[in-house]
Each structure stands twice: as C-alpha cells, then as structure tokens.
C-alpha cells in the first residue's frame, strides 16, 4: 500500500482540510504534515481531532510556523526532518481578500511563496510540489486564456490578482527542477451536493446583495454579459488530488474552470430564483452599483466589497483543455452549474446568520 508524507500549508482552511481528509481516506498509510500560524492551532487541533475520529492515531502532525518568515518559521531540526522525508507539498497558504492592502498581499502572497519554494527547494524526497494559484493572474486580458500563459503585460485589477500572479511566477521558475503541478481554480463555490462552505464570500456576495432587495424589485447589476466562472470545492478536489498524484500531472499548469460558463446575468438570475423565488426585473447600471458601493455605510449595509464588481465584467475566457483532457480517463468533470446552484443556495439560507460564516465589508 503507497505511503506518502504530504507537507501542507494553508491548512486549516476550507479547501486544505477538504483535500486532506480526501487524501486520507484513500491512503490510510499516508502521514500528513501541517504548517499552521499560531493563532489557528486551537481550529486546527480541533479539525485533526475529527480527521482522526475515533483513531488513535499520529498520522496528522501540526507545526506552528509562518510562511512570511525564513525557513517559515519552523524549529530547526523538524524542519531538517521533514525535508528528509516529505513527498508532497501542497501550497494553500494566501490571502484571497479582493479588498486586501498591498503590504498585506505582497508579504503573505509572494514573500511567503519565495520562502516555500526555497523550503521545497531542500526537501530530499520530493515528488510533487503542488501550488494553488487562480485563474484570475489574467488580470485584464481579454478573450481566450491559455493553461500555457502568464506573464503578458496584463494590468491587474485588485492586489490579490496582482500578488497571486507574482507568486505564481515565481513557482514556474521551479519546473524545470522540481515536478510541479500549478492548479488555477476559477470562483469557488460550495459543495456541489451539500452546499457547504467555510465562508460567505466571493460569489456568496450576490447572495448576501439580493437579501437585500428581496423584499423589493430585484435589479441586475450591468448589462451581465461577461462569462462568470464559478466551480464546486468538490470538483477542485477531486481534479487536484488526481492531478497531484498521477504522473500526467507533473510540470503542467491547470485551469480548473467551468468549460461551459454562464453569463453573469443568467447565473444572477438563477441565485435570485433559488434565494428569493422571483427573477431580477430591471437593470442598474454597473458604475451607478460601483458608486453606492463606493460609501462605506451602504458597502456595509449591502453586505458586499465593490471589488466584486469588476467580474460581471470580464471579457476573458478560460481554456481549460489541458484539465479536460488528463482528467477524462478518470471520469472528472465539472459539473453544471444550474445543478448545483439550488445546494448551495440552500446552505446559504441555513447558515446565513452564522457568524462564523460571515466577511466582515469595511
């Protein structure tokens, strides 16, 4: 029976954990090593506790640490161990805010990539180093996006494409010594069957808008016609915990996106059915939203960051015929989004009032 020694960071949030507990029930010999910021230790003592169920078992080890800081912060001599005897190393660890501070952005984003790359860059048994981007380092472009392309002078429109899009450079710079699979989620939705997700942001924004106007005629917001890409947690783990492990995967770069995509009017249009029972009825104009959003009180009251707005906008459409194509023999696909919609639509209302669930808008 394989036995693996899977290093990851960014744990214990949402998509780590879902991947970890994947790769744990289909290798019950792996051993799972988990960097996690001290302030996070007590949430991930608590999700182990449940990895493990009624086990007694070490498999699940964290290790406080800090992916800002060198040698990410790790006493000596475990970090010396586990670059004996590491395999795998998934890197989650970033900050997906679209309003984040550049400071913030760049220090966890790039600074912390650069020093797990060089951690990754000493591990003696290394056989895959996978790095979670977005699809997103598009930035500004326009038409088809390519799994091959990154840097092509694209602008950026918030300090998390930009700081993501840097970060993954740096990781190509990897390839060509270390096997190295880059994996670029679209939106990320809930659970497709259950619904379930850790927190009510990005796309849980137009939800958390039309709890606003649910009581009133619902408006559309633009013209809606750029293809919004938005994709379950469970099929991002299911294509990256293939695509890690398989050979097919090394040194290639994915899109994990929606081949099929809606436009943003028709998804706005299906979450308002679901939510609210009653379709959108009139438009309002893209930059009258961006300036109700642009006064904090409102931002607030709505619920909702107006960087939001910027991806009912885009004219950029995601290849994603590399995914497709080494993932077919496996049977995984993404599935649409009209079929998945209603779960977590149903989620959101279950938990909407869960603070823990909850993004603070500023």
């Not at 028709?266 to 009825?281: D, N, Q, R, W």
């Not at 209603?342 to 009032?353: C, D, K, S």
Request: glycine share 4%; proline share 6%; hydrophobic share 40%.
């Amino acid at each position: 029976m394989v036995k693996r020694i899977y290093f990851f960071t960014g744990f214990p949030g949402f998509l780590a954990t879902r991947l970890i507990s994947r790769l744990a029930e289909e290798e019950p010999e792996s051993e799972f090593e988990l960097l996690v910021q001290e302030s996070a230790i007590p949430e991930a003592e608590r999700i182990v506790q449940r990895l493990r169920g009624n086990k007694r078992t070490k498999r699940f080890r964290i290790h406080a640490g800090d992916i800002t800081k060198t040698s990410l912060k790790m006493e000596k001599a475990v970090s010396e161990r586990l670059q004996e005897t590491v395999t795998h190393v998934f890197h989650l660890a970033a900050i997906y805010d679209l309003a984040v501070h550049d400071r913030i952005a760049q220090s966890v984003n790039v600074t912390g990539t650069r020093n797990v790359n060089l951690w990754v860059l000493e591990c003696k048994s290394i056989e895959r180093y996978v790095y979670f981007s977005t699809a997103y380092v598009s930035g500004d472009r326009k038409g088809t996006i390519y799994e091959n392309e990154l840097a092509l002078g694209q602008e950026f429109k918030n300090h998390y494409e930009k700081t993501k899009h840097d970060a993954e450079v740096l990781v190509q710079y990897l390839r060509d010594r270390i096997p190295t699979t880059i994996i670029r989620p679209g939106i990320v939705l809930g659970d497709s069957k259950t619904g379930e997700t850790a927190k009510f942001d990005g796309p849980y924004f137009m939800m958390r808008y039309l709890d606003k106007f649910s009581r009133m005629p619902i408006p559309y917001v633009g013209k809606g016609q750029a293809l919004i890409n938005l994709v379950p947690v469970d099929y991002i783990v299911e294509a990256s915990v293939f695509l890690s492990r398989n050979p097919v995967g090394a040194d290639k770069v994915y899109h994990l996106t929606d081949p099929n995509p809606y436009q943003a009017r028709e998804a706005f249009k299906l979450i308002a059915e679901a939510l609210t029972g009653k379709a959108p009825s009139f438009t309002m104009p893209h930059s009258t939203v961006r300036i109700m959003l642009s006064f904090p009180p409102l931002r607030r009251w709505v619920k909702v960051e107006k960087e939001t707005l910027d991806y009912f906008r885009l004219e950029a459409v995601y290849d994603c015929s590399e995914a497709q194509r080494d993932l077919e023999p496996a049977g995984i696909k993404c599935p649409d989004f009209a079929d998945y919609i209603p779960a977590a639509v149903e989620y959101y209302r279950l938990h909407r009032n869960d603070p823990a669930k909850l993004i603070e808008v500023v």
